[in-house]
């Protein structure tokens, strides 16, 4: 059934429905488990929000492929045909702490390409959608910021929490604050390339891989925004890059100078 108008809406929906089930469970008690490290964590709401969501999607496109973070859903984005890609709560450390900066992302991918996109942020309020003209925050068009001075730039640095991850965020985060304006950690990377989108930062930055649950939707946000989002050596950003530059564009290629080179020290 090739019908992309439905999908579409399925998008949204269903980023809308996970998000609310996950926000039933926020600041309650919660059983937190871990996965990769001590820092990696996981709880029954994650898992139940992609089991949700997982259902909806195979009830109407029982063929389509599904990328998820949780449990035994596709780990790789398929080159060919037609792929969903779910965070059913991204920032996950965030939902645990009673943070409210999460998000539940979806994300329609077509030959390894994002075609359509929703980041639902419930516990703030806020829906970002960009179904490929334009990218909205609760129904009303955002652009990216207008920064242009380099040196006032507030930059994100996306990274996990393993110990190499660390120490490569060590480094990016002495480059930003020795050569840029200031720095945000938001602890959710579709909610920080959410904040691109919409203006509220200027540029984020990772030099490690990144998951693509954790960056297609938002990546597909910034740049239906008005944004530039390249790999650190600026090279135009897929699923599969080894890092990620997020910006107004502005100043993109002084971001990739001073970034990009930190991928080989």
């Excluded at 398929?78 to 939902?95: C, F, K, M, Q």
């Excluded at 393993?162 to 990377?189: K, N, W």
């Excluded at 960056?215 to 650190?232: E, Y």
Aim: glycine content about 10%; cysteine-free.
């Amino acid at each position: 059934m090739n019908d992309p108008e439905a999908r579409e809406h399925l998008v949204v929906d269903v980023a809308h429905e996970g998000g609310e089930l996950a926000l039933d469970s926020f600041r309650q008690d919660l059983t937190v488990e871990t996965k990769a490290g001590p820092l990696d964590a996981v709880t029954a709401a994650d898992r139940n929000v992609q089991r949700h969501i997982v259902e909806r999607i195979t009830e109407r496109f029982p063929d389509d492929d599904i990328v998820g973070e949780e449990d035994d859903a596709a780990k790789d984005v398929p080159e060919n045909g037609l792929a969903w890609v779910i965070d059913p709560i991204d920032g996950t450390n965030n939902y645990v702490a009673g943070d409210r900066r999460w998000a539940t992302s979806v994300a329609l991918v077509e030959d390894g390409e994002p075609r359509t996109a929703a980041n639902y942020l419930p516990a703030i309020g806020e829906s970002y959608v960009s179904t490929g003209d334009e990218t909205t925050r609760d129904g009303d068009p955002v652009r990216v910021s207008e920064t242009s001075a380099s040196e006032t730039f507030v930059i994100d640095p996306i990274f996990g929490l393993s110990r190499p991850e660390r120490r490569a965020l060590a480094r990016v985060a002495e480059r930003i604050v020795t050569e840029f304006g200031d720095l945000r950690r938001v602890g959710s990377g579709q909610t920080t390339l959410s904040m691109v989108a919409n203006g509220e930062l200027d540029a984020a930055v990772s030099t490690v891989e990144l998951s693509p649950w954790d960056t297609i939707a938002g990546v597909f946000l910034v740049r239906q925004a008005g944004g530039t989002v390249t790999d650190p050596s600026g090279d135009r950003w897929r699923h599969d890059s080894q890092g990620l530059i997020a910006s107004n564009g502005a100043a993109h290629d002084e971001l990739v100078g001073a970034f990009g080179t930190l991928e080989m020290e």
